[in-house]
């Protein structure tokens, strides 16, 4: 990237006259005005317009370090090698701590399977064996109930349907008898 600043006078008598010799060779004359004199208008007036708003000045400012930090000698001053060890220590240092936790735990709770409350397993397991039957039985028994009440709404719901049309009809022969009698009675 090529900063303002690093444009020495000599760069632009350089460019000048090579622009001078391709104006010259392409057919153009000095009917136009010179090329640097355009460059530098043009930039005043690009100076001029980022000028006017405080972010792209902030912008402007930030360019440089923006600049330094995608050079590659500066990227090349840290050894990816060496970042990537510090970060597999530092993630290691965490499922350490939680491993001597979880090992701190067990060792906590080991007294109560030594402490003889398993050995009552194979009495439990009788146990819940009739247990487990039963909340099956009961889990088949709530389904069938449920569809007996799905069944049931259904039907609520036809009986209403069929309700509502009837009053619906009702109330139309009402209105028709209702508007007879008014005729009649003009």
């Not at 039907?155 to 005729?183: C, P, Y």
């Amino acid at each position: 990237m090529v900063k303002t600043a690093d444009i020495t006078p000599e760069a632009l008598d350089l460019l000048e006259s090579r622009v001078s010799v391709l104006e010259r060779v392409m057919g153009g004359g000095d009917a136009e005005p010179p090329v640097d004199k355009q460059i530098t208008d043009i930039n005043a007036k690009v100076d001029k317009m980022l000028g006017k708003h405080q972010k792209t000045q902030v912008l402007m400012k930030r360019l440089n370090e923006l600049a330094q930090y995608t050079d590659p000698a500066f990227i090349m001053r840290y050894d990816p090698a060496n970042f990537i060890k510090q970060e597999y220590v530092v993630d290691s240092t965490t499922r350490l701590q939680n491993g001597a936790a979880a090992a701190k735990k067990i060792q906590e709770l080991s007294k109560f399977i030594d402490s003889g409350n398993l050995k009552n397993l194979n009495e439990l397991e009788k146990k819940m064996s009739p247990l487990a039957a039963k909340c099956l039985d009961l889990n088949d028994q709530e389904q069938e109930i449920g569809k007996e009440i799905d069944d049931l709404l259904f039907k609520w719901n036809g009986i209403l349907d069929t309700l509502s049309e009837q009053f619906v009809a009702f109330d139309t022969i009402l209105r028709a008898l209702e508007e007879k009698e008014d005729e009649k009675e003009k």
